[in-house]
């Protein structure tokens, strides 16, 4: 059995103020093989690990091309994008007749003139492999899955968990059911049943979980290869954004369809569950000043300003409203200010100096923050692992600002771990509230840190309260724009 | 045993409206020590060693060299970098043990705990050698004079030229004070006036060419030891700052009160005519308006790196587009966030982007504008004359509303057209230059200019003393008010 194997994942927010080049994929988590044939290298890279360990548990001969995750942010360069496809592609023609094309995609890539690069990518890998050679991909459940896509692939397989920690999981799910489509013992058949809403869905919450539970009890019957609850990413500007339920059957099968429809309505039901997690800043922080001492910390998601959805991860709302509020013992991280960085080494560890902070990147970001800092700790060449990545810091320091303590760093990217702190020194069980620049991935290796999780509204690029006149492209009605219902 | 007069010199001069960090690191280039501060590598005696040099020869006794450090314009230095330099002065104090102590210090030093660097360390110093010996110094005239730095010191010399080309002359006129105090038993006696004054007195135009020959003048006069002007430096905010006049007579009190108070009357007559001649922003933008064959060079004056300033500052980028004036050209501004975003848009790319304001309340509030990447340039570099090369970092041009701007990653001030012609903008095509530099530019940017103005902008050296935010000046000073006197100080 011989496979390739290739990634390229990207999730393009339309809004970004961040832009995105060929340099975006190649310097944040990028591989790329000396001789096609997957080094340690690869196998350490989330995704391939588990193609590779199940494509060498069956003793198969493995082909592997560029893998690469830019961090998110707006739509990259054409010309870059299809620079990136054509290396795939071109390694795929060298590669030879081959039984199996793996390809770990995000699921809502979007370049500056295709608003669908998955189902361009999975097009061109289809006319070259031909109708019989079977073509899957993994996708990340903020996927805004597409018929492109379902047509051009046999099998498209997302990740379960947000915190996605499943990846490795799914994809030696997907090798496996790949290997036994490549070997003529299934023939997958791809069902969307699509959700008229959009939004987060945090699985590590009841309702969610029970729908997962429900999409994975359905996986378990006959005749079922993969069930996958796509989330959608809201941010992306296309017709064809948004949830939905995306079964793999072996061969067509019409009785699954209330199975199906049973699933979606779960996942449906689930859909207010984690927009009421959001509170308001006021709420947040009246919250923490009210609240009896403890030992462990609040924690305090800044869910709008994640640069894993595009975001710049240099807002001062929060800092801004605990400054002024004249709160103490708070630590936030990481505030992507490349001068401050700069600024803080020139002073030195001990030194105080007087900063403008944050606020750089635009009207998202807020109003740049004039504080005086003392610097606690600086390091340079920092990383942290996270959701089964090992993502760079870069050079940070940790600033002293009225009682709080502030992480800066020159490299954008948001928080998964706790070593974002502890690496600077700072004790996250010694603080009142630690405020982490992320969306829900935090919540894998701070949940078990938390007094208590707190998802904080702010008016960043990430906000829950989309405007929709500032698509083009939206499908109406949409909850929650529109009062709609599902009903299977 | 062999006497010894002891030479040290610590000088930074030290801005309240720059936040860019002093550290020991901006003291390293030029740092001399021991015999380093006399002679050069090659043995050969250094120009400002020749006073002291001179002195100890004449006498028969040792020149002993000290530590001598210096650092250009920026925040106050941090205060454990300047303990650590003051240290090492003290250290070489204790063991020269000196007959005569003879220093260079700025007089504007402040550090991140210390708004007195200069006081302090001669208290120290005083401490060390006792009330006897003669501690004589040699000031920049950008200084805050102090009661402490008068305490202390035996006799403070002010250079009386600016730009400051008389280091050496005052400090023989300070060792000779301290001969006439070994020699004759002479007792400096000091007299300030306060003139309650912020001001930039350059000494080579009149009529301040004729009130420094005034301080020559009055200082061959009899019974006066040392006459000088304090001009002050308006960007620290200390509760000393202002132009002073210092006068010493040989224990005349009465003499030297006098003398110090023509001098404040002389300096008073003339003060609304010793600036440089500045326009506002408003009448920049009018003359920008104006049909024109040559660039008309505007000077940023205010947001000059070379000073201490962030060069990022958006004051006269936001005139310039709210005026909608047309073929306009903006640099070098200091930005490597928004430089990098350009990078990875790319040539011809769009973005919205947020340009400047970004170092400190200086820099003026950022301007969030829809751009077009004109071009990018890697390591670019910017010519001056024959020899100089600056590195300007990625940069980056941006068009937005009909104004050019290009942006570097390294702070550099804007010494010649090559600052904008290395990433292909041409220069001598626009209407209007705006560039972030307050002197060296004019040198290269003449040729190609139809006329060059220095505008009044707002930002870390601002020449507004009227609009500057001190906190810890509270004396009324002019023009702040329109008459000090009038006031309690």
Known sequence: MKAFLAGLCHETSAFSPTPTSRRSFEEFVAYRPVDGRPSSEARALNGYSGFLRAADAHGDDVHVSFYSWAQPSAPCRQADYEALRDEILNDLRKAGPVDMVLLFLHGAQMSQQCDDCEGDLLSHVRAIVGGSVFVGALLDLHANVTTAMIDAADALVACRNYPHTDFDERAVELYELGRRAARGEVRPHMVFERLPMIGMFFTTEPQMAHANAAAFALEQQPGVLSVSLIHGFLWADMAQMGAGVLLVSDGVQPHLQPGVRAVAKAFFDARGETRALRKSLDDVLDRIESAPAAPKPFVIADACDNAGGGAGSDSTFILEAVLTRGQRGFAFGLLWDPIAVQFAQMAGEGGVLRLRLGGKTGPEAGRPLDVTARVLALKDNLSQVGIGFTAPVGAAAALEIEGNIVIVNDVRGQVFSPTCFSDLGVDIGAQRAVVVKSTQHFYDQFGPLAREILYCETPGALALDIDPSRYRNLRRPLWPLDPVDYTP | ?489
């Open chain 2, 1 to 489: 045993m062999t006497k010894t007069v002891f030479f040290s010199s610590l000088m930074t001069e030290t801005s309240s409206f720059s936040n860019l960090p002093t550290t020991l690191a901006d003291y390293q280039s030029g740092l001399m020590r021991g015999d380093g501060c006399f002679f050069d590598a090659d043995g050969r005696e250094r120009t400002g060693a020749a006073p002291i040099l001179a002195f100890a020869r004449a006498r028969g006794w040792r020149a002993v060299g000290g530590l001598v450090a210096q650092s250009t314009v920026g925040a106050p230095t941090q205060h454990r970098d300047y303990l650590a330099l003051r240290e090492e002065i003290l250290d070489g104090v204790r063991a020269a043990q000196p007959a005569v102590v003879a220093l260079g210090l700025h007089g504007a030093m402040m550090s991140t705990a210390c708004e007195d660097c200069e006081g302090d360390l001669l208290a120290e110093i005083r401490a060390l050698v006792g009330s006897a010996t003669p501690i004589v110094v040699v000031l920049d005239p950008h200084a805050h004079l102090t009661d402490a730095m008068l305490k202390h010191a035996s006799a403070l010399v002010f250079m009386k030229e600016y730009p400051h080309t008389d280091g050496v002359e005052r400090m023989q006129d300070a060792l000779a004070i301290a001969g006439r105090m070994i020699d004759e038993g002479l007792s400096p006696t000091p007299s300030v006036f306060d003139c309650r004054l912020l001001g930039f007195f350059p000494t080579q135009r009149q009529p301040m060419r004729g009130f420094v020959d005034q301080l020559f003048e009055i200082e061959r006069g009899p019974g006066v030891v040392s006459a000088s002007f304090v001009h002050g430096f308006p960007w620290g905010d200390m509760p000393d700052a202002g132009a002073k006049v210092l006068v010493y007579t040989d224990g005349d009190h009465d003499l030297a009160g006098r003398v110090a108070q023509s001098l404040h009357d002389s300096i008073w007559a003339i003060k609304d005519q010793t600036g440089p001649p500045l326009i506002s922003v408003d009448e920049a933008i009018a003359l920008a308006r104006a049909p024109r064959t040559a660039p008309l060079v505007l000077s940023d004056i205010a947001d000059n790196p070379g000073g201490g300033a962030p060069s990022d500052s958006t004051f006269l980028l936001r005139a310039l587009i709210e005026a909608n004036i047309p073929n306009a050209a903006v640099g070098l501004v200091y930005d490597p966030q928004a430089v990098r975003l350009c990078h990875q848009v790319g040539r011809g790319g769009r973005l919205t982007l947020r340009v400047g304001g970004k170092l400190g309340p200086a820099s003026g509030q950022p301007i969030d504008l829809d751009v077009e990447v004109v071009d990018v340039r890697k390591d670019a570099v910017m010519t001056f004359g024959a020899d100089w090369r600056f590195g300007l970092g990625d940069t980056a041009w941006i068009r937005s509303c009909g104004v050019d701007v290009v942006l570097c990653s390294i702070r550099v001030q804007m010494y010649d057209p090559s600052g904008f012609s290395h990433i292909g903008l041409d220069p001598a095509s626009r209407a209007v230059l705006v560039v972030k530099s307050s002197n060296h530019f004019q040198a290269a940017f003449e040729p190609i200019a139809s006329d060059i103005r220095w505008v009044s902008t707002p930002g870390a050296i601002d020449f507004d003393f009227t609009r500057l935010a001190y906190t810890r000046l509270k004396r009324p000073m002019y023009p702040r008010v329109a008459d000090p006197f009038a006031e309690p100080s």
